[in-house]
Nanobody, 120 residues
Framework: QGHIVESGGGLVQSGGSLRLSCATS????????MAWFRQAPGKGREGITC????????DYADSVKGRFTVYRDNAKNMVYLQMDSLKPEDTAVYHC?????????????WGQGTQVTVSS
């Protein structure tokens, strides 16, 4: 059974940066596409980025394009989300997810999330 734990969230001022980490275990992360989602209070879950298994193809939601960067270290079973130029509307719980089919369409494992709060 796969296990995912996110970390790195916190409180940051508008314009600041944070790096989120996603630690995986119980599955071969190199065989999975990995994604980040977020859910703000009172809103639905938003997919913000997905990175492919090995060729590191990435896709980003328009809301974060140019500000967020996802990258993975398969040797360490880790995925990272570098978030720059943060805005108050980025405030949300951020979740990491793993997709064994590799097409960033359905996810098999999810983490519990880490809270990111951006103050204005």
């Amino acid at each position: 059974q796969g296990h995912i734990v996110e970390s790195g969230g916190g409180l940051v001022q508008s314009g600041g940066s944070l790096r989120l980490s996603c630690a995986t275990s119980g599955f071969t992360m190199a065989d999975f596409a990995m994604a980040w989602f977020r859910q703000a209070p009172g809103k639905g879950r938003e997919g913000i980025t997905c990175i492919s298994k090995r060729d590191n193809y990435t896709d980003y939601a328009d809301s974060v394009k140019g500000r967020f960067t996802v990258y993975r270290d398969n040797a360490k079973n880790m995925v990272y989300l570098q978030m720059d130029s943060l805005k108050p509307e980025d405030t949300a719980v951020y979740h990491c997810a793993a997709d064994k089919w590799g097409n960033c369409a359905g996810y098999d494992y999810w983490g519990q999330g880490t809270q990111v709060t951006v103050s204005s």
